[in-house]
Nanobody, 122 residues
Framework: VQLQASGGGLVQAGGSLRLSCAASGSTFSGVAMGWFRQAPGKEREFVAN????????YYTDSVEGRFTISRNNAKNMVFLQMNDLKPKDTAVYYC????????????????WGQGTLVTVSS
């Protein structure tokens, strides 16, 4: 299984970006898909995720109300709509997915994408 993320770029503060991630592979179940990010000099952190069966979504506090995660289960895709971006959102964003349930408080997951850079200028 491979995860291919896209949609990063440079945007001014207050702007928007939409990240996309597509999973390929015949054995992919995608029980949960989501995003982590890593800012320069900082540890990788959870951003948001969405569970396939329930549709439940979870967000880190700093993006609640600004970011929206969604999925297209038929196409094994996950999206992250990011609005009202702030310079502190600057990071490499990683698409993440699991075939079996895991804690999203940790970074041990089944699949990681290559990362897409989001840069927010002030």
């Amino acid at each position: 299984v491979q995860l291919q993320a896209s949609g990063g770029g440079l945007v001014q503060a207050g702007g928007s970006l939409r990240l996309s991630c597509a999973a390929s592979g015949s054995t992919f179940s995608g029980v949960a898909m989501g995003w982590f990010r890593q800012a320069p000099g900082k540890e990788r952190e959870f951003v948001a995720n969405m569970w396939r069966a329930s549709g439940m979504t979870y967000y880190t506090d700093s993006v609640e109300g600004r970011f929206t995660i969604s999925r297209n289960n038929a196409k094994n895709m996950v999206f992250l709509q990011m609005n009202d971006l702030k310079p502190k959102d600057t990071a490499v964003y990683y698409c993440v997915a699991d075939d079996t349930p895991k804690s999203w408080n940790e970074t041990t997951h089944d699949y990681w994408g290559q990362g897409t850079l989001v840069t927010v200028s002030s």
